[in-house]
Each structure stands twice: as C-alpha cells, then as structure tokens.
C-alpha cells in the first residue's frame, strides 16, 4: 500500500475515533458512536495488515496465524458481549484494560528483541528515543495490566471492596517507583543492553499496579475505572511510536486524555482530589473508628410496606427515582420502567436523577436505565435536578446510598463531607429502598434513613419494586 494513501486511512480513522467518543457523551447518539468506532478500528486494522510495512513478504503461515488471532479475538469478544449482563459491565471494562496493558508490554519486549523487525536499531544499540517509549509503554502498560485484575476482583467480589490498608503502603509505592525510574535509566543508558534493568522494571511496575489498587476502596471504583482507562490509552500510544504506527499513537491519546478528564469529573462528583483516590482508604478511617466504638447506636427508623409505596406514589403529582449499585446488583432496572409506566399512566410525572459517580463506573446507571428502554429524556444529571427535589412530591431511592447522604453538606467530621449530592432530603416524602441498615462503601450512616419524612422499604430492589407493581393493580 502506498505510504500516503495508509497515513490518509490513519486519518480517517481517527478522525472516526473522535466522532465516536463526542457520540458516546449522550446516550441519545451512543448507538452512531459506537458503530463509528467499529468502522475506524476496521479500517485501522486492515490497512495495518496491508502496509508495505507488514504485509509483503509474509509467508502462509504468518498469514494464517493473523487471521486465526483475528477470529479468536473477535470470537471471544463476540460471545462475551451477548453473555455478559449490564450489571456486570464494570468488571467487563476492568479485564478490557487489562488486556490492553499486557498488549502493549508483549509488543515492548517484543520490540525490544526483535527491533530489526521495527526499524529501532540492532540488539543491543537501540535508538534512545525508542528506548524512552518502550520503557513507559511496559511500565503504565504492566501497572494498568496488574491494577486492572485487581479492580476486577474487587467489582466482581473475588476481592474484599472495602481498603486493604498495607503496612507503610505509602512509603512501600514510593521506593517501587524510585527503583522503576533508576532501572529505566540504566536501561535506557545502556542502549537496550541491559535488559536485566528491562525485566525487573515491568516485574517492579506489576507490583506496584497491585499496591496502588489495593488500598483503593468500593467508594473509589468509578475513578478507578476511568483512571486505569487513561492508562490503557496512554500505555498503547507509548507503543504506537515504537510501531511508528499513527491510528495507534492517535486512538492512546484519546482514550488517555478522555480517560484523564473523565477521572477529574469523577473526582468532583465526590469532592475528592485524584491524589487523595490513589493514597487509597476513602472511608477506612470512619470505618475503623466505628470499628473501635463498638456497635452503632440503635436509632429508630419509619418503616413502610410495598402497599404503602404504592399508594403514596400513585397519589403524588411527581416520582424522581434515584437509582445505584443496589439497582445494579439485583438487577431491578425493568420492574423499575415498569413501575414507571404505570405512574406515568397515572398522571404522575416521572423523572431519574443520576450521580456522577452512582455504580461501579461512570455511566453505570445510565447504561442500565437504557437497557430498560428509559426514555433519554426523563433522566437527569445531578446538576441539572437537583433544584427540582424541594419541588418533587415523592422520592424514590433504589440502593444509592453514600450519594445521597445529607452528611455531606452537614457533618465536617464525615468523611463524605463537601460531596455534592443528590439533595433527596428536601422532598416531601423519601422512599428508600435496602436490605438492611448497612452503611454504604464511605463507611458512614445514611442521616436521610432518620428523617421525619423518609420511609425504609427493606428487601431486594427487584422484589420490593415487583411488589410495588402488584400493589398498583398490575
């Protein structure tokens, strides 16, 4: 292929990447988004294959190993899109990250003893410029790969979600990252020579994605998530030069940057600094100071029965339902619509207020609320609702818990304190819908479970939102 005609393709399919990231901002055009995205992976991919830099001079059997790679791949992918439910998107999107990680560490090594094959030098007498982008693409490569599983295990319930404070964890990730840098220069020093200083550095950069992770609690997962979507892209553009290889040096820098600012609108959706989410422990100090107090004081709460729910919401003149991870883990989004339709049948006005930071990733409930065929249009961001709760008859929380914590905006010893909210406190009636009276991943009681006007639905969130149906007449 001509070279002018491969960097033209490169462009369009970046240019194709950028659509399809401005069409995943809205759920409304996620749908154009991500098929823009397939068509400039697949232009990507196949003029990667038919350059004049790989593709002539392959034998058959390099050929049949691509296209088996490329049906195995795809194969896999293809299944585990259809197997997968929503709910368990995040830890989905984990093991994705991790993927591109270990990708862009095997194409660092191998790189690095084969760099004839990458036009970089002779073994042994790299280029120096090549040396940098191999050593930061295997280490953010090896670091997001090991932190990934982690937050896999942790989404997924291999792992504990509460912080696993290591022993002077602080002082351990600090000395990891000191010994990183001094190996990648002597590596670099070296001219590619010293590939002992190469092996120790991504081994080193394993360690330190699962000491970072590790402390990291339930609170914090949805920056997680988006952090280690930063790394993936930044990791794949570092190899993306080694490759010389355009679409992928511009798809890294997108995915980095977007994954970069999505991670600063997730900190400020809890008030916290992107420092504060990697030193880790969000809660673990509430925790262990109830820890040491004993058991919480008993404090009494109104309970209510799904027949009261019902009636309550069928007389009210507006429902904003404010769904979280406990609509995700029982999987309550279609009797919730359901619920909804009947309201609305009724006259009710129905709205869904969304927190920046409600599930296990950003855009988790948003995702779920469309799989339930939610019209767009009747779900909110929190700063476009919160105003309108003073105003709303009825509020309706399906298991968000720490996002609607009024301890936020009053308590300063709360560890959640200066957390924007969804201010559910201020309507006239809260319907909160738990298991039990647990506290949420921050560590800290719910003050809106003690107001004059909240009423508890214990139970399952599917089931008690059934419950509500059949209590409607349905």
Known sequence: ???????????????????????????????????????????????????????????????????????????????????????????????????????????????????????????????????????????????????SIIAFAKLNGNMSGSPILLPARHLINIAIASVIVLLLVIFIASGGDALWAFWLATLLSFGIGITLIIPIGGADMPVVVSMLNSYSGWAAAGIGFTLQNTALIITGSLVGSSGAILSYIMCKGMNRSFISVILGGFGADAGDAAAAGGAREARPVKQGSADDAAFIMKNAGSVIIVPGYGMAVSQAQHALREMADFLKEEGVKVSYAIHPVAGRMPGHMNVLLAEASVPYDEVFELEDINSAFSQTDVVFVIGANDVTNPAAKTDKASPIYGMPILEVDKAKTVLFVKRGMSSGYAGVDNELFFRDNTMMLFGDAKKVTEEIVKAFGH
């Open 1 to 147: 292929m001509n070279p002018n005609l491969a960097a033209f393709l490169y462009l369009v399919s970046g240019v194709l990447f950028i659509l399809a990231l401005r069409g995943l901002s809205s759920p409304a055009t996620s749908r154009a988004g991500n098929r823009y995205g397939m068509i400039g992976m697949t232009i990507a991919v196949v003029t990667t294959l038919v350059s004049s830099q790989v593709w002539p001079g392959l034998d058959i059997i390099t050929v049949f190993l691509i296209v088996l790679a490329l049906g195995i791949g795809g194969g896999i992918g293809g299944v585990v899109a259809k197997r997968v439910p929503m709910t368990s998107m995040p830890q989905l999107v984990a093991a994705f990250h991790s993927l591109v990680g270990m990708a862009a560490v095997l194409v660092a090594f191998a790189a690095l003893y084969s760099p004839d094959n990458y036009g970089i030098g002779t073994p042994g007498h790299l280029h120096a410029q090549s040396l940098i982008e191999m050593g930061l693409g295997v280490i953010i490569g090896a670091i997001t790969f090991s932190g």
